[in-house]
C-alpha cells in the first residue's frame, strides 16, 4: 500500500509542475507577441511625429539664434564704429595741443592755421572718406576737411531735414561736457537727400573751438549687412552639409541661398506648383515678425532629388529689410521613417523567435528535472518510512534541547509567517524592551518599526519585499531600524531564512542590535563628506573652488573634443570691490560676494560651472556650445542679472565686471593656456575703462610679453644704472625766487634713449620693483642736494614721490633715517610727495605713518589735491604742510568757471588750515595771473620750466632771472 501511495505521489509531482509549465508559457508567448505587434505600430506613429517637432524645432532654433546673433553684432558694430570716432576725433585733439604748446607764443589765428595746414587734407576710415571739422563757439567754420567753401561761414543756424539746429545744439551741450556724441542729418554737395551721421565732437578750451568727425550711419549698415550675407552664404549643417540659409530682401532680391549662382537676381515671380513662393514668404514675414512656418513645393534641392516638398520656419529682420529661413524636405522625413520601420520591424521579429525559444529549452529543462526530483523522492521515501520509527524518540529530545537554546539564545531570533510574529525569544523581549512577549506576538514587523525607514521606503512596503527577498534566496540579510517599546528608534541586523513548514513558510529572524556601530559609521561618513567638500569648493561662498573647477575644466575639454564642439572660460574680476571692504568692512565685503555667487549660480545653465578662485576674482565655464553664438547669448543673461543693485541696509551698489573670455579650441586646447588667455583677456576689459568683457586675441600676448620684458628690463635698468633724475622748479612769484624743485625720474634706455615714466613707472608699480626705485630716487634726490647746498646754491626743498607700496611697507620709517644718514642731507631739505586717495584710504594709519615722518623732520605734501575724497575732519589732523592744486583744475582755469571756484576754495582752505599751497601744471600767463591773484604765490610748469636734468639745474640756480 505504501509503495503504491509513493507512485502516485512521484506521478503527480511529475506531471501537474510540467503542465502547468507548459501552459503558461503558450499564455505567456501570445501576450508577448500581440504586445510586440501593438508596440511596433506605436512606435512607427511616434517616430514620425518625433521627427516632425524635431525638424521644426531646429529649424526655429536656428534661425532664432542666427537673428539673436545678428541683432548683437550690430549693437556691438554700431558701438565699436562710435569709440573708433572717438579715437580719431582724439588722435586729432592731440595733434592740436601738440602743434599749441609747440607755437603758444604765436597769436591764435596763426595757431589755427598750422592746425589746418596739418588736417584738412588727413583722411581715415577704409574708404578714407572720413575727414575732420573745426568750429569756434559762436558756430564760425574754422577748417571743414569735406568741404573747403564752407570755412569761414557762421552755420549755427543750420537745420537738418528734422529741423535740428546741428551747430548750436553741439556748441550747448560742450558747455556743459568737453566731449560729445552727437547725430544728425547731413547733406553733402551733389547729394539728393539726407544721410545721417553718427559723430563725436570734442572742445579745446586753450583755443575756444572744437574738433570733430562723424561717419554715415547706412555705411556701417552695409558693412554689417555685407558680414550677415557672409555668414548666411557660409552657414551650413546636416550629417551631408546639404542645410542652408536662405534670405531675400523685401523687393525678392536673393541674399543668401544654397544655389549660390541665384545670389543678386529678383525672385519675388517665382511660381511653383501655383504658388508664388517667395512673395507669400516676403508678405508672411512681414505680417507675423515673431516667424511662422510654412509648406511649400520648393524649386531647389541640394541633392537633386525629384521630391521637393518642404516645411520652413522664416522670420524677418526689418533693420536690414530682410526675410531669411530655413526647414527640411518632406523626403527626408519619409526616409527616416521607411529606416525607423524596417529596424523595429526586424527588432520585433528578433524578439519574438527569442522568447519562443526560450520557451521551448525552458520547458524541456523542467520535464527533466521533474524525471530526476521524481527519482529521487522515491529514494528519499523508502528511507524516511524506515528512519521515521527510529527517530521519534530522538526528535523529542532534539525539540527540548532546540527550546532552551531558542530561549537562551544571545542573538534575538523572532519568527514570522505571513507578515506576522509568531514566536520571538527572550533577548528580542529585552531588544525592544517589551514587558513580556505578548506584546511582541500577532504583529507585523512594521507595527515595531518606524513609518519609513532611513531611504525612504514605507516600512509596511519594504518589510514585504524582504520578506519575498528571503522566500526566494532562500537567505536574505539586511539591516533595518526598529522601535522600541519606549519610542526610541534603533538598528538591526538582520539575517532572515525561509522554513517550510507544512503549507506555509516561517521566516526565522536572527537579530543582532547595531545601533552603536551604525552612529559610527554616519560620523565618519559625515566627516569624509566634509573633507572633501573642502578640498574642492570655497569656504564663503560654497562655489568650487581653483581644484575642482581644474578637474571640471579638464573633463569639458575631452567632451568638447569628442562632439567637435566648444567651451568658454571667463575670467570675471569685480570692479572696485576693494572699495566696499574700506568703506563698509570685509563682513560686507563677504554678504556681497555671497549674493553675487548667488546670482551667477542662478543665470547660468546646470550643465556650466562657476567657481571662485580667491578675493573677487570668479571663473564661469560654459560647456557644450554649439558656436560662438551660444557663448555670447550666454555672457548677456549674465550681465543682465546684474543691472539690479545689490542692498545693504540703507545702502546699495551697482555690481560692475571686467570679464576676459577665451574659447576652447581657438585660444588654448588645455586648462592652463584657457586660464590664462581669459585672464589676459580681463586685464585688458580693466585697462579699457572696467564694466566689459574683452575676448581673448593674439595681441594680448604679444602685450604681456612686452610688459614681462619691460620688467625684467627695469631689474638690469636698476642694476645698471640707467636711471636718472630730472628737476621741475618750483617758483615762488611774491620775490620770483626758485623755493625747490621736485624729483622726476627718466630711463636712459640702451636701445629707446631717454623714456619718460608712462612707459614704465606702471609696471614697477604693480611688481616690488617700485620699492628698490623708490629707494634710488630718495638717494640721488638727497644726494644731490647735499651737492648744491654744498655748493652755497640754496635749492630750497626737493620734493619726491612716494608710490602705495612704498608708503605701506613697514620699513618705510627708517629707510629714510639711513638715506639721510648715508647722503648727508637735511630732513628740512626734503619734501615727500603722497597722493590723496593713498592718505583716505586708511586716514588712521596715515596720520600715524605721517607723524612719524614730520617728527623727523620732513615735510609731507598732499599732491593732485582735489582729485580724491578728502574728508575735511581728516584733513585737520594730517601733519602735512602743503596742498598742491592738481593740474586737471588749472589747465581750464581760463574756461571753466567750475575750475576756477574749486582752485579759489582749495587756495583757501590751505590758507585757512595753516598750509602752503602751490600749484602745478601752469602753462599760460592767463592762468598764472588768476591763481597769482587768488593768493597762491608757489607754482611749477611748463610756462616756468619743464624737468631738466641736475646740471641745467645748477645752471638756473645760478641764474635765474633768465628764466624768470
Known sequence: MIGMLKKDITKWIILLPAFAVLLTSLIILSIVITSEIATYNKSIEEAHVEYVKSAKFQAQDRIDKLIAYIDFNEKFVFNEAKEEVRTIVNVGYGLMMDIYKENSTLPRQEILEKIKIKLRNTRFFNDLSGYYFIYDMHGVNIMHGGDSRLEGQNLSALQDVNGKFIIQDVIERLKKNNEIFNEWMWKNSGESGFRKKIGFDKYVPALGVFIGSARYEDEIREKIKKETQKLLLNTRYGESGDGYIFAYDYDGITISHGDTSLVGQNRKSVVSNGQF??????????INPEGFFMAYQSTYRPNAASDKSKVSFIRAIPQFGWIIGTGTYIAEEQKALLGRTSMIKAKMKETISQITLVSVIIIFIILWVMFIVSHKIQTILSRYENHLLMSNEKIKEQKHIFEILYQKSADGIMLIRDNVVIDCNESVVKMFKAQNKEELIDVSPSELSP????????????SLKMDALAVENGMHKFEWLARRSDGDVFWLSIVMTAIRVKESVVLHCSMRDITMRKALEDENKKQKQLLVHQVEHDILTGLPNRNLLQDRLAQAIKKAHRDESVLAVLFVDIDKFKSVN???????????????????????????????????EFIILFDGCKDISDVFIAIKKLLNAFNEPVSFGNDSFKVTMS????????????????????????????????????????????????????????AHALYNHEFVLYYQPQINLQNEKIVGFEALIRWQHPEKGLVMPSYFIHIAEESDLIIEIGKWVTMEAMKQMKVWYDAGLNPGKVAINFAGKQLESPELTQCMLNCLKESGCSAKWIEMEVVERFIMHDTQKSITLLSHLREIGIDISIDDFGTGHSSLAYLKQLPITKLKIDQSFVQNLENSKEDRAIAKTIIELGRGLGLTVLAEGVETLGQKEFIYQSGCELMQGYFFSRPISAENAEKLLKNQSEML
Not at 513662393?277 to 512681414?286: F, H, K, L, S, V
Not at 513609518?451 to 519594504?462: L, M, R, V, W
Not at 588667455?677 to 564694466?691: F, I, P, Q, T, V
Not at 568683457?693 to 628690463?713: G, Q, V
Request: hydrophobic share 35%; net charge negative.
Open 659 to 714: 570679464i576676459g573670455v577665451s574659447v576652447y579650441p581657438n585660444d588654448g586646447e588645455n586648462a592652463s593656456k584657457l586660464l590664462r588667455n581669459a585672464d589676459l583677456a580681463m586685464y585688458r576689459a580693466k585697462a579699457e575703462g572696467r564694466n566689459r568683457y574683452k575676448f581673448f586675441d593674439a595681441e594680448m600676448n604679444n602685450e604681456t610679453n612686452e610688459h614681462l620684458a619691460i620688467e625684467k628690463s627695469l
Open 277 to 286: 513662393i517667395i512673395r507669400d514668404i516676403i508678405e508672411g514675414a512681414r
Open 582 to 616: 574700506d568703506t563698509l568692512g570685509h563682513d560686507a565685503g563677504d554678504i556681497l560676494l555671497k549674493t553675487i555667487a548667488t546670482r551667477m549660480r542662478t543665470n547660468i545653465r546646470d550643465t556650466d560651472t562657476v567657481a571662485r578662485l580667491s578675493g573677487d
Open 451 to 462: 513609518a519609513f525607514q532611513p531611504d525612504g521606503q514605507n516600512s509596511y512596503e519594504k
